[in-house]
């Protein structure tokens, strides 16, 4: 086994004395059984693979490579692609298969694939036998940085998404930064989206040290379009990228063992509920274009914006702040047009955010770059929120010359 591989690893420190580590670097996968069996008990013997036809088709033979050298009795199922398939009906799908792997109490499912995979996958482990354990393999950005840590998993119905799940800790979390290669341009947008939203709300290095990052990716694409020989590629930008990476699940472990389970009494700058800033536009967005416009993550980068555009008319956020964001979401990569979206559509659309408390929603605001601030939707005034979502979805931001 190639295991003799340089890995960064990223403790999750919950209470009680629980806790995993997240272990990040380009050919993680090969490590993926020796992960798994350090952190789950002595009597495991099998481990269950959930993944789709197309990651598993590119990952899935050196994933199980792994899990049988390290002494796993190896099954795997292949769900359906996409959000459509983030449902019960899935769900159930993957209890009967772990139910036909023989799997045991001992045992572990594991999760190869993206947010939706982990988050079938994981809610299976949760119901199964009331609670296996599970491992995280994410392949997309999104699910590297924040989907694959923090334990909520779960499913969408028909009144809206991920209105049913469970909160589920993984044993482990192997990000294998090399499998971004084959991941869609728009994908790696929405991930990027998501890496700046939390630098935005709660960690302003993290966020100057993301755009950074991002300032370096886009001048490498517009050298390679001009044709230059030269591009800062190669094992100097896979290692910026998986601390990229590292920085941002070391975020996402900090707010989680903070707020584990997003306590409703909760309204501070570093409960668990900063991380849905951009969430409530941003869902509001993806539902009225039917979940066929937007990948989440460039919904959210929108969201974000109409947020910052909120902190800005209440006085919270200085403009130039705002500037830095809309560059910062320029930076995540081409968002889909949206200027001919209606505000009060999407306004409209608002009122069905399952994070409302009390009958009304929670907006997480910005301060200042790296500074949340959770305001009752009570206080934001319907003509403020208009006229924010309106600037926000005028044009793409652009990037900075
Ligand atoms: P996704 O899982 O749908 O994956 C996006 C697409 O990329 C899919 O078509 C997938 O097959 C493909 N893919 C995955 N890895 C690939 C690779 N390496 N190469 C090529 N193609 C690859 O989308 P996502 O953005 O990863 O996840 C979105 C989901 O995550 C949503 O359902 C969202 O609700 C959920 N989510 C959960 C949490 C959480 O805390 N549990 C947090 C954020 C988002
Ligand atoms: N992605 C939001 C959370 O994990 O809480």
Redesign the pocket.
């Known amino acids: 086994m190639t295991d003799e591989l340089k890995t960064l690893s990223v403790p999750v420190r919950l209470g009680g004395g629980r806790g995993y580590g997240v272990e990040i670097g380009a050919g993680a996968l090969a490590g993926l059984g020796r992960a798994a069996r350090e952190s789950l008990p002595g009597q495991a013997r099998k481990a269950a693979v959930v993944s ?1 036809a ?2 598993f088709g ?1 990952y899935g033979e050196r994933a199980v490579a792994s899990l049988r050298g390290a002494g796993f009795e190896v099954s795997h199922w292949l769900m359906g ?3 459509r398939f ?1 449902t019960l009906r899935t769900a159930e799908r993957a209890l009967e298969f772990l139910s036909e792997s023989g799997l045991e109490r001992s045992d572990a499912v594991v999760a190869l ?7 079938v996958a994981g809610f299976a482990a949760a119901l199964y036998l009331r609670g296996v354990a599970f491992v995280q393999a994410p ?2 950005l ?2 590297q940085i ?2 694959s840590v ?1 334990g ?2 779960g499913v969408n119905t028909r009144a809206g ?2 209105l049913v799940g469970a909160f589920h800790q993984p044993s482990a979390v192997v990000v294998d930064t090399a ?2 290669q ?3 341009r728009r ?1 790696l947008t ?2 990027w989206c998501e890496a700046v939203k939390q630098g935005a709300v709660g960690d302003r290095r993290l966020f100057e040290r993301t755009k950074r990052f991002l300032t370096g990716e886009a001048r490498n694409v517009s050298n390679r379009r001009a044709g230059a020989s030269v591009t800062e590629t190669g094992a100097g930008r896979d290692e910026e990228l998986a601390q990229i990476i590292a920085a941002q699940c070391a975020f996402k472990a900090r707010i989680v063992a903070g707020d584990e389970r997003e306590s409703l009494g909760r309204d501070d700058a570093r409960s668990r509920k900063i991380l849905n800033f951009g969430h409530t536009v941003g869902h509001a967005l993806e539902a009225v274009t039917n979940y066929r416009r937007f ?3 460039e919904a959210v980068g929108y969201g974000c914006l109409a947020a910052a555009e909120i902190s800005k008319r209440l006085g919270l956020l200085d403009p130039s702040e705002l500037e830095s964001l809309r560059e910062a979401v320029a930076l995540a990569g081409r968002l889909p047009a949206a200027a001919d979206l209606d505000a009060e559509t999407i306004q409209r659309a608002l009122r069905k955010d399952k994070k409302a408390v009390g009958g009304s929603v929670r907006w997480v605001l910005l301060e200042g770059l790296g500074r949340a601030r959770v305001v009752d939707g009570r206080e934001v005034a319907a003509r403020v929120v208009r006229a924010a979502i309106r600037a926000a979805l005028a044009a793409p931001p652009r990037t900075p010359k």
Do not use: C, Q
């Not at 694939?113 to 988050?119: E, L, R």
């Open positions: 789709n197309r990651v590119l692609e996409g959000e983030k694939g993206g947010g939706v995979v982990g988050d392949t997309t999104l699910a924040d989907s923090g909520k998993t998404k991920n499998t971004l084959s991941l869609p994908e929405a991930g990948r989440h993550g």
